[in-house]
């Protein structure tokens, strides 16, 4: 782990995580630092446990964490609701982004917009809109979109598109992109990408949560991490990546079994 | 899945009680004096005594329907209610000569803002009259009668004798025998031949006594080729003790005529309301009921129309909503008299925590008819896994040249959608609001403006206080 203490106001620290879901321990002693600026991809095998960790940093209610702290910006963030976390600037694109029936995308995002605004200030709807149509032309997303509910009756591909204009919206300060890549053809890929790439900057720090390094060929990272029975156990550069791409996953699983595992 | 159910209902709005001043009091529990008492301080004609009296006794004799309704109906103590309370009997047509603090209720309500926005009349009525009553000078110039059900039968008893108790008989359930006996405010409207009246007409009933019982009468006659729309709107404060709220709502639309009736509902939760509406639709005419239920103990309320005449038409449009301790047991009857009628019911009704809703539906298509439609949709929506919903629907079509269509769901607020709306921002409540506006939606969206935006406003409250 490279020294939180002295970046600690200003990153996403994780520090010896352990969480479990109905009594299961998946998240292990996990330590990671996600930085402003940087894009830190977490690769894994199945079952690893790196969609309960974005779960966990959301603060989903099935999700127990029974040790370790993670500080956003230097402020607990487990000691915060769900929502009290988004609103400080925590984001999570879902690997399955739920279906809102009867809820206009347009008025699904006016009103996450609304709640990050001060008490008693409105929405101004004509710049909102203004944003909005920005965002969807970034996305390639159709006019008619804003109508229709929040991700029913939505292609794969259409969902994830979803999820990275409600990013590019709530302008968070650290993003958790889960499976982002996955059930997506090659075309709406690099549209995802693309839209990701734009968002990219120095006050933007982004979890990459991904199985296939094909993701990494279009959101290149600054820091890979590989993620084994709910801890990291190899962190490098982009050539990790490409390590696992070539090797899989077993080299890793069979070095990190060999290490006794911590209880 | 949320789990906390306890409901700390936002009833800001109607929750305010002023003292209680009656120079009228029938007193406590329901004899022949009570008629009399009522008949007597309302100056009424003899054939309305003997109408009462009739009634009272069609009441006693029937027993509470819990064979087949809630038993939470033998909750209510006739004998500890007070039937008739009120300051005087007739309305005045100036807020300014309201009481004070009368006038002070229906301001806090908004009712006299509403009536300058977009209203073509109001009637507002405080426990057994109407305190205020006018319309707009336009609309009167047109024929058109709009004054409470008293005024109505002693003015115009021509109109109204030749219409009153036809529609919904004395007989009908106990609940319409007692309202018969002791009936008192509502509304009485006359829309002449081809008069379309452009904005709605409103009534606003208001209880401020406790341990009471409001008992108004409605009558509306819509002549051939005319329209009309009416919405009332309903609020108490809340007390410990039962309130009852039993209304009898009689429609008629001629040939050709539209009748729009938009109820919201948001009672107290010890009110018991206990209402029966009917309207008879002849050839081409139209009736609309479009029925909120927020608020109650019990609502046990089913708007029926008597499709009586060649392609006329009826619609009920419903939303109900149970939170911790109400039942909202509500829906709607058809009843198909003549060849090619349509009828059209969509009912939607949300669960919260111990909520329980009902929908009951009746459609009716003899053997005899010809080319008759029916569509009849009921959603149901649970917010927690205790929460409750029964559909009965009973639909009887004979004969072969008729279509009908039934279509029934049943959905949950997941904990997944609300922690997904969470992440994006949105409190639990706000999610939980959003969530359900949304199932309601589409059905909303048929209401009149000014509504959809008192509901929405509801909703929100209702649900931001359902996870407290």
Redesign the interface.
Known sequence: MRGPKFQIMNSLVINDLRATVAGNEIIRGLSLEIEPGKVHAVMGPNGSGKSTLAKVLGGHPDYEVTSGEVLMDGEDLLALEPDERARKGLFIAFQYPMEIPGVSNANFLRSAVQARLPEGETLDATDYYARLYEKMDLLDIDRKFTARSVNEGFSGGEKKRNEILQMAMLEPRYAILDETDSGLDIDALKIVAHGVNTLRGPGLGVMLITHYQRLLNYIVPDVVHVMVHGRIVRTGGRELALDLEEKGYEWIIKDELEEPVAV | MPTDTSIDIDRDVGDFVYPESHEFDAGYGLTRDTINYIADVKDEPEWIRDFRLKALDTFLSRPLPTHWASRDLEAIHFDKIRYYLANGQRPTRSWDEVPEDVKRTFERLGIPEQERKFLAGVEAQFDSEAVYSNIKKAVGEQGVIFIGSTEGLKQHPEIFRKWFGKVIPTGDNKFSALNSAVFSGGSFIYVPPGVKVKHPLQAYFRINAENFGQFERTLIIADEGSEVMYMEGCTAPKFETATLHSAVVELVALKGAKIQYVTVQNWSANVFNLVTKRAIAHEEAEVKWIDCNIGSRLTMKYPGVVLKGRKARGEVLSIALASNGQHQDTGAKMIHAADETTSNIVSKSISVGTGRATYRGLVHVPRHLKHCKNNTECDALLINAHSRTDTYPAITVRGTGNAVQHEASV?QV????I??????????G??MS??V??????LVRQFPMEYSVELKRLIDLEMEGSVG
């Open positions: 959905s997941s904990a997944e959608q922690f997904y709306m969470q992440q994006r921002g949105l409190t639990q706000q999610a959003l969530s506006n949304g199932f309601v939606n589409d």
